[in-house]
């Protein structure tokens, strides 16, 4: 089965900083994975995917993500975090399962960005 | 250019009544999916449903709780006699097609059973 690991439960940054927030992956197969964000109270908001091509991939609101096939790695991060970016970051992977379109996601990592 | 629908975005149900969650999909998308949140926890994979089709169920606990897309209208997921433990956010997302990858997800149901 695909799986997605957070490694960290939260993280937080100093407002200006660079933002790493870290997500492992383990698939048989060609990996389709994702990065969500999540506000109090709020429904799930799609940030970016990579299927294929370029291991960097640009996202919503300055966001990107490296995929490192070697390291099993997809990390997101943004050059310099606002307070804004504060809330809870899904990493997910398609899970092939019947009909082949269902996501799993990892445990989720606290973004907390102060002044 | 609406999004995903979810009614009612709050539900309180005592326990062994019936809660129905609806969730009407974007705008040009035929396929749902069914997410539950509990607290403290990811988010778990219910139900993929098309319409009038479930494609996957792998996820659905075995008894009380079934998943409907009509026709016409909205998905329904139903939870009957429901327990305290079906206290969770139920997210709806839906997608235009199983090629199309990422899912956009509704505001949720936080569903609560006193």
């Known amino acids: 089965a695909q799986s997605v690991a957070q490694p960290e439960d939260q993280v937080n940054v100093a407002e200006g900083n660079p933002l790493t927030v870290k997500c492992t992956y383990s698939?048989?197969?060609?990996?389709?994975l994702f990065w969500y964000v999540q506000y109090p109270n709020r429904g799930l908001q799609f940030l970016l995917k990579?299927?294929?091509?370029?291991?960097l991939v640009k996202g919503s609101y300055g966001f990107e993500a490296e995929f490192n096939k070697s390291q099993t790695s997809f990390h997101l991060k943004k050059p310099s975090a606002l307070v804004s970016d504060s809330a809870l970051y899904f990493c997910?992977?398609?899970?092939?399962?019947?009909?082949?379109?269902?996501?799993?996601f990892g445990t989720g990592t606290q973004l907390k960005v102060e002044l | 250019n609406a999004g995903v629908m979810q009614n009612p975005r709050h539900l309180v149900r005592r326990r062994g009544q019936e809660a129905r969650l609806r969730c009407s999909p974007m705008k040009g998308h035929s396929h749902v999916y069914w997410y539950r949140q509990l607290p403290e926890e990811g988010l778990k994979f219910m139900v993929y449903?098309?319409?009038?089709?479930?494609?996957?169920e792998s996820g659905m606990p075995k008894e009380r709780f079934s998943a409907e897309f009509p026709k016409e209208g909205p998905s329904i997921l139903r939870i009957q006699q429901v327990v305290r433990g079906d206290s969770a956010a139920y997210f709806c997302a839906s997608s235009a097609s199983s090629a199309i990858y990422e899912q956009y997800f509704g505001p949720g149901t936080r569903l609560t059973v006193t």
């Open positions: 997910a992977v398609r899970d092939i399962g019947l009909g082949g379109n269902k996501l799993t």
């Open positions: 990579y299927i294929t091509g370029d291991n």
């Open positions: 698939v048989s197969g060609n990996p389709y």
């Open positions: 449903l098309q319409k009038e089709n479930i494609i996957d």
